[in-house]
């Protein structure tokens, strides 16, 4: 991404709204790819994510873009069925601005231009909805803009495949899908089951 690139982050909300509507009560205990994250931190993840995207896609810095995202196990309050559609809109329209993608803004207590930090979130959209839906057994295709933006930050951030930017890169095949390619970068073995 660059300072005149934008990406609509809608479509990529929307599928994770609807992965969101698919996990059963039952479903908030279980693991995710994520060794430290049930199903219930992972959506606390989102939705704390989500908040702290929009404010940095505002330049409404505070508390929410201040906060690293190591400071706490995330979790999922009362209302969150609801609540985590709601701030997933509300980044997607933030994004919409092209003043978002300009400048420079801060987010997980770092500040880095607008462009870059939209393509960090792009990332984290798409990897966690993977994450959330091989957890859940939903059926997940991301968003191919939001794919291609993420690959292309998980890319350019692995510069270290023994350390990766999320952990270990996972070798798969050049061949492979590219879905199956990012999640590689991101640390995560696509084939990873519950």
Known sequence: MTATTTLDLGPQTRILTALVAGVRDEQLADGTPCPDYAVHHMLGHLSGLA????????????????????????????????QLPEVLDELADAWRDPAAWIGMTRAGGVDLPGAVAGAVVADELVIHGWDL??????EYD??????????????AAADDPDRGIFGPVVLVPDDAPLLDRALGLSGRDPGWKP
């Not at 839906?133 to 939903?138: C, D, L, M, N, P």
């Open 51 to 82: 908040t702290a995207f929009r404010d940095a896609a505002r330049k409404d810095l505070g508390v929410t873009t201040d906060t690293s995202p190591e400071a706490a196990v995330p979790d999922i309050g009362p209302g969150w069925r609801e």
């Open 142 to 155: 991301p968003d191919p803009d939001a794919l291609r933006a993420a690959y292309g930050f998980l890319l």
């Open 133 to 138: 839906a091989r957890a859940t057994g939903q």
